[in-house]
């Protein structure tokens, strides 16, 4: 959760504000009065000490002078907050707005859309800066978990299953997701998220982003359902330049800044996919009802056994599954000599969620496929106590 405080006497504005921070931002909206301008930062900072603002904007109604003043004091009591201003910026405006502190100058008329795109930025470049400081403060960083998800063979639900646990992730962590996209050539996870990234996998691990994390954050793509996304590029003939050292660079980078850190990988073990493994909590893996998927799933699990490259928490998704298919779960478990633990079934909401870009976790109906996709997701929430998690292959039915 976000707070925004706007102190103005628009109210126009303020119900544009308040609709930007509605469509995905995962925030509470504070109006106080105009006097406001006049006081201490550090009252406005403790209206809720429980919750402190991140975010404040100050205009369109109020004194700039004032404003300008409360930017400066706020700048070097809380640093970490993003100070806006609403008014008609001119040369000389923003010369003084930025000597004072002021992250970013919006002209009262904006639309809705605009004001959402710039609180993002506020939000995300006052988590830097929160971060920042508490890193300064606390050596100590725990690092989130790397949830690679995996399969031998194309077209088994990979992508689908590793955009609805982002998306069902993102509720129980807002902000704290973010998916890969490892399938370099031919990833969709843009396409499934309906994203339009401006950055992709390749401007992360090549340039300014490689060596800073903070730097990285900005270059990820937030989705509105709350999680970040780091997209494959549109072009193909990009993806000879991801390297698997790049990607174990990128992965610890993105572990000590995300809870959750979700991987979707092409088909396959592929190098990428291996220096995924190597850094990976936990490993997903997806497997359709039919012999190919399942004798390539048994295959890698025993090439990557022998390579000591499973991860420790382990978590088999049958997807596709129906009754028709000529197999039973027993077999498939005989097969592949481990349990399946997730039973996705046969389903049309899923090719018609892919197909609109809206994973079925974001906000499909309820159905029996988006039913078992949330007890894959339950299987990575933190109350899942130790004492569950000693119970969680436990036997599925397939129906
Ligand atoms: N349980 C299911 N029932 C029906 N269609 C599914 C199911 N799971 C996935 N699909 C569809 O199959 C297609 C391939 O899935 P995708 O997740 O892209 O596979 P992969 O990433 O492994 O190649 C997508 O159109 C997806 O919507
Ligand atoms: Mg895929």
Sequence with gaps: MSRFIIITTSTDFEQRVRLAVSDGLHGSVQRLPESAINGAPHDI?????????????LGPGVSTDEALKLATVMDLQFPEVSVILAADSSPDLVLTAMRSGIRDIVSPGADTPTIRVMLERACLSSAGRRRGLSVQGNSEHETGRVIAVMSPKGGVGKT?????????????????????DLDVQFGDVASALSLSPEHTLVDAVTGAAAHDAMVLKAFLTVHSGGVYALCAPSNPNEADLVTADHISYLIAQLATEFKYVIVDTAPGLGELALATLEQATDAV????????????????????????????????????????????????????????????????????????????????PRSPASKNLRKLVERFEPEVSSHMRKQLHRRVVVS
Excluded: C, Y
């Excluded at 900072?45 to 402190?52: R, V």
């Excluded at 420790?312 to 399946?340: K, M, S, Y």
């Design 160 to 180: 689908t299953v590793a955009t609805n646990l982002a998306m069902g992730l993102g509720k129980v962590a807002p902000m704290s997701v973010v998916i890969v």
């Design 285 to 364: 893996w997806v497997v359709g009802m039919d012999i190919p998927s399942i004798k390539g799933l048994r295959n890698g699990l025993g090439v990557l056994h022998e390579l000591g490259l499973i991860p420790q928490g382990r978590h088999v998704v049958l997807n596709f599954a129906n009754r028709h298919a000529g197999l039973n779960i027993q077999d498939i478990e005989a097969t592949i000599r481990v349990p399946v633990d997730v039973v996705i079934p046969l389903s049309s909401a899923l090719p018609f969620a892919t197909n609109k870009g809206v994973p079925l976790l974001q906000e499909g």
């Design 45 to 57: 900072m403790h209206i809720d000490p429980a919750e402190p603002p991140e975010v404040v904007l």
